[in-house]
Nanobody, 126 residues
Framework: QVQLVESGGGLVQAGGSLKLSCAASGRIFSGNVMGWFRQPPGKEREFVATIRWSGSSIYYADSVKGRFTISRDNAKNTVYLQMNSLKPEDTAVYYC???????????????????WGQGTQVTVSS
């Protein structure tokens, strides 16, 4: 069992920055993976970024590449999503997710994750 708690969402102007945090508790191993997903208003939830707890296998959606950075602090069991140069189209509920990993893949599909946080709202005004 893994519990995830997100924080750091809010309202920001276009061009601004926000840093999301996801604190994890439970049985976590270096091969497990963490992902960030988002659900814009009226749209399906989509992949944003992923990282293994070992720090490897970092991958981003094309829409956020070069603007967002995923990282983790193993001592704090926390994964972060630093979001810079925010755009109105980044407005969404952001979710962190935990998956067992176990292979040599990059996990971008929602079905690869079996624990989810409650979500945090990010609103970018123009």
């Amino acid at each position: 069992q893994v519990q995830l708690v997100e924080s750091g969402g809010g309202l920001v102007q276009a061009g601004g920055s926000l840093k999301l945090s996801c604190a994890a508790s439970g049985r976590i191993f270096s091969g497990n993976v963490m992902g960030w997903f988002r659900q814009p208003p009226g749209k399906e939830r989509e992949f944003v970024a992923t990282i293994r707890w070992s720090g490897s296998s970092i991958y981003y959606a094309d829409s956020v590449k070069g603007r967002f950075t995923i990282s983790r602090d193993n001592a704090k069991n926390t994964v972060y999503l630093q979001m810079n140069s925010l755009k109105p189209e980044d407005t969404a509920v952001y979710y962190c997710a935990f998956g067992p990993g176990g292979g040599s893949y990059v996990y971008t599909g929602q079905s690869s994750y079996n624990y989810w946080g409650q979500g945090t709202q990010v609103t970018v005004s123009s």
